[in-house]
């Protein structure tokens, strides 16, 4: 319900139909962080170039013994004084990626704001021929703290990217792009109508909204499956195959169109994970 009065709020100075007709300032793309480094614990980062400190000074050390085994005049004390350092070397780097591994493996790292981040690096993919028509990008209205979606990471970056192409082939030259995250209960999917596998879970929605749509090939709110869009054969097809990961993944994607707007309106449902989610950052990178 939060969604639908925000949406309806038309004519108001801040609502997100406006915002995308152009009647309030559009954020430009900028690039955000990637997924793998995301909430790093600052002594971790501290730790990590520690680490490649240490690293390079061994290197050093033993490049220093290399040269040093000419300028002895004893050559057995030379070589003798050479394997030594090297084996010491060897044993200090064992030790230290062990110790790295350690700290790896028992330090993970939350997995946070991945819906967000993989919006960003989608349109960072797209951002030649966003330029190229000139298309304003609106994303200010993500939620914080969104939950983590059940969605492989790999998987949602195709949905996104499947979307985004089809968006991007309806909207005209210097039209508007935006998007809206929200979470929201199952029970709230029951009062709307809908319909979810799981209708008592928990959910988050991805709202992709866009100027522009081809006339005749929507209904004012459908779903994708019955009928489908009919745009153009390749982008019909693209936007199917993200149709199917999402219902494998007990999601929905529906559509709203208003032609008055002109304004195409993609809802994208998907489950949220209920497991802890994390990952484990590298410290040799």
Same mark, same amino acid.
């Given at each position: 319900m939060e969604r639908k009065r925000f949406l309806e709020?038309?004519?108001? !100075?801040?609502?997100?139909? &406006?915002?995308?007709?152009?009647?309030?300032? #559009?954020? +430009?793309? !900028? +690039?955000?962080?990637?997924?793998?480094v995301q909430n790093i614990p600052s002594w971790f980062t501290l730790f990590a170039e520690l680490f490649s400190n240490i690293k390079d000074t061994l290197e050093k050390i033993k490049s220093i013994a290399h040269l040093s085994r000419e300028k002895f005049s004893d050559t057995e004390?030379? +070589?003798f004084f050479y394997k030594t350092i090297i084996k010491d070397i060897?044993?200090?780097? &064992? /030790?230290l990626n062990c110790f790295a591994d350690y700290l790896k493996i028992n330090s993970? =790292?939350? !997995?946070?704001?991945?819906?967000? =981040?993989l919006l960003e690096e989608v349109l960072k993919n797209h951002e030649d021929i966003l330029g190229e028509k000139k298309i304003k990008i609106f994303k200010k209205q993500y939620e914080e703290n969104l939950p983590e979606t059940s969605v492989h990471d790999e998987q949602l970056k195709? =949905?996104?990217?499947?979307?985004?192409?089809?968006?991007?082939?309806?909207?005209?030259?210097?039209?508007?792009?935006?998007?809206?995250? *929200?979470?929201?209960?199952? $029970?709230?999917?029951?009062?709307?109508?809908?319909?979810?596998?799981?209708?008592?879970?928990k959910y988050i929605e991805i709202l992709v909204a866009f100027t522009g749509y081809e006339k005749g090939s929507h209904p004012f709110e459908t779903e994708l499956v019955?009928?489908?869009? $009919? $745009?153009?054969? %390749?982008?019909?097809? /693209?936007?199917?195959?993200?149709e199917e990961i999402i219902k494998k993944n007990r999601g929905m994607i529906k559509f709203k169109v208003d032609d008055e707007k002109p304004i195409t309106l #993609?809802?994208?449902?998907?489950? /949220? +994970? *209920?497991?802890? %989610? /994390?990952?484990? $950052?590298?410290?040799?990178a």
């Open positions: 709020q038309e004519n108001g !100075k801040n609502s997100f139909l &406006s915002l995308l007709k152009g009647e309030d300032k #559009i954020n +430009e793309l !900028k +690039e955000r962080d990637s997924v793998t004390y030379a +070589e060897a044993k200090t780097d &064992s /030790v993970p =790292i939350p !997995k946070i704001n991945t819906v967000h =981040i195709f =949905i996104l990217d499947s979307v985004l192409q089809y968006a991007i082939h309806s909207i005209p030259p210097q039209g508007s792009l935006g998007f809206l995250t *929200r979470f929201f209960e199952g $029970q709230e999917t029951r009062e709307e109508g809908k319909t979810l596998s799981q209708s008592d879970g019955n009928p489908a869009p $009919q $745009q153009g054969g %390749m982008d019909d097809f /693209v936007l199917r195959l993200a #993609i809802s994208l449902t998907l489950p /949220v +994970e *209920r497991r802890k %989610m /994390v990952h484990y $950052q590298s410290t040799t």
